[in-house]
């Protein structure tokens, strides 16, 4: 697999066919620096035709330069922000990471390995699942007022931090302010969509790292975001990599945070 940089910055730094390694693609998604709060990165896999999913899972939508970046997106990371209706569908655990990514994350000031925090208003978490047994770091789970009082003990015991917020949801403020206190502020969000969804609608969405895939999958699965209303938030096109086999890496940021740093 070759990456070539088919238009970073296209207008102004035209470097169309120039191999990308992954030293380059590390440079090219590092956070900005000195980040006083959460910045919201969110990566997702979509097929040409906007899905989500193919067979049910994104996994099914899946190339290796997906995978390099699925990978070394976490290795940036303080935390990886995932919703529930994700974890449970993608059989979630752990971050995984060799011995190499661990060292550079530490070289660079991060804990070995990010922890996984899931958003859930069920509090619906098995405490047997892979995200609690199959981790290095017990993962965090946000929860609302509603959330079902024997999963959250059960939760508890295996050694889960829980943190309950007031209301039936969990509002993007709790979120936000949550990951702030837990001093993660470089956080990958993994969706899924409706999480996704919930953040570009209240506009805390920092920046979206989107692969599409060459492919085209028709059928009845959803789109990246969803939310019971549209609304709109400006992105500006950061970069756009391309692989042989045809998938496109794209990343694209808050059109407000290019403009303040211009
Ligand atoms: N292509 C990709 O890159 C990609 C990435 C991620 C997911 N996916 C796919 O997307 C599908 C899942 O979609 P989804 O919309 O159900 O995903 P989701 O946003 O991960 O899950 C929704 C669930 O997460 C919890 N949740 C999310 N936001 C919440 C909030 N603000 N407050 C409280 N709870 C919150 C709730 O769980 P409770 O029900 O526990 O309350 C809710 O039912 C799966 O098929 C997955 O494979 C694809």
């Given at each position: 697999m070759q990456l070539l940089?088919?238009?970073?910055y296209l207008t102004t730094d035209l470097t169309v066919g120039s191999d990308v390694d992954d030293d380059a693609v590390r440079a090219l998604h590092?956070?900005?620096?000195?980040?006083?709060r959460p910045w919201i990165r969110t990566n997702f896999v979509s097929s040409?035709?906007?899905?989500?999913?193919?067979d049910g899972a994104s996994a099914g939508l899946g190339t290796p330069a997906d995978a390099r970046l699925f990978g070394i997106l976490r290795e940036l990371c303080d935390a990886v922000l995932v919703g529930a209706g994700t974890a449970r569908a993608e059989n979630y655990g752990g971050v995984s990471l060799s011995a190499e990514e661990k060292a550079r994350r530490v070289a660079s000031g991060l804990a070995p390995v990010p922890t996984i925090v899931v958003v859930t208003a069920?509090?619906?978490?098995?405490?047997?699942?892979r995200l609690v047994t199959d981790t290095e770091v017990k993962p965090v789970v946000v929860t609302s007022a509603a959330a079902d009082g024997s999963k959250v003990a059960a939760l508890r015991t295996a050694g889960v931090t829980v943190i309950e917020v007031s209301g039936d949801t969990v509002s993007t403020g709790d979120i936000v302010a949550t990951l702030d206190d837990l001093g993660f502020h470089r956080i990958l969000c993994e969706g899924g969509p409706g999480l996704f969804g919930q953040l570009v609608s209240d506009g805390a969405a920092d920046e979206l790292c989107l692969t599409i895939s060459p492919m085209l999958v028709v059928g009845s699965a959803g789109r990246i975001a969803h939310a019971a209303h549209a609304s709109d938030l400006p992105m500006d096109r950061a970069h756009v990599l391309g692989d042989a086999d045809g998938t496109l890496l794209t990343r694209w940021v808050r059109a407000r945070h290019r403009a303040e740093s211009r």
């Open positions: 940089d088919i238009g970073t590092a956070y900005p620096e000195d980040l006083n040409i035709d906007g899905s989500v999913t193919a069920s509090g619906s978490i098995d405490a047997e699942s």
